[in-house]
């Protein structure tokens, strides 16, 4: 399988949704920037993955990514960062989206299992209400520590 068949528009994830859900499979989200991939973005997704059977991760967009991050984010383009990420054996599935928060993509896919760091409370996360509305689980996974995309970007800087 090819990295951009793992990689969606909302309409054909949502038909595939339709059919690992027929399965019986636990749908699992989380959703990040990710622009610089490091140990800690793969600690996590992997984690993420551990607690269902399908890991979707809804990525944010160039345009998204910069009204989040400001106007020189993300450093990796969109197209870059779908692709890393449909690449690793653990995510089955990446969508892109425009918006600052997730919140429509979680209420389009209905998740099982919603995921996100421990720097997260659950009354904060969006989407977390939509998930427990539908009988969903909410579960955050410890991050690893010292690994962050600011602190590369420190390091890159002290190097220069």
């Given amino acids: 399988m090819s990295t951009k068949d793992k990689i969606y528009e909302l309409p054909q994830l949502l038909e595939k949704v339709k059919e690992w859900k ?91 299992v919603l995921i996100k760091g421990k720097d997260y409370q659950i009354e904060n996360i969006v989407g977390a209400d939509i998930v427990i509305q539908n009988n969903g689980n909410i579960i955050t996974i410890d991050l690893v520590e010292g690994y962050s995309t600011t602190k590369i970007f420190d390091k890159i800087r002290k190097i220069k």
């Fill in 22 to 112: 027929a399965e019986g499979k636990r749908i699992v989200f989380t959703n990040g920037c990710f622009d610089i991939m490091h140990l800690g973005h793969v600690d996590y997704l992997e984690k993420a993955r551990a607690e269902g059977d399908i890991l979707i991760v809804g990525l944010n967009s160039d345009i998204s990514t910069r009204n989040i991050k400001g106007p020189k984010r993300p450093i990796v383009d969109e197209n870059s960062r779908s692709r890393t990420l449909a690449a690793m054996e653990f995510v089955d599935a990446v969508v892109l989206f425009d918006e600052d928060t997730p919140y429509n993509l979680i209420k389009s896919i209905l998740p099982d």
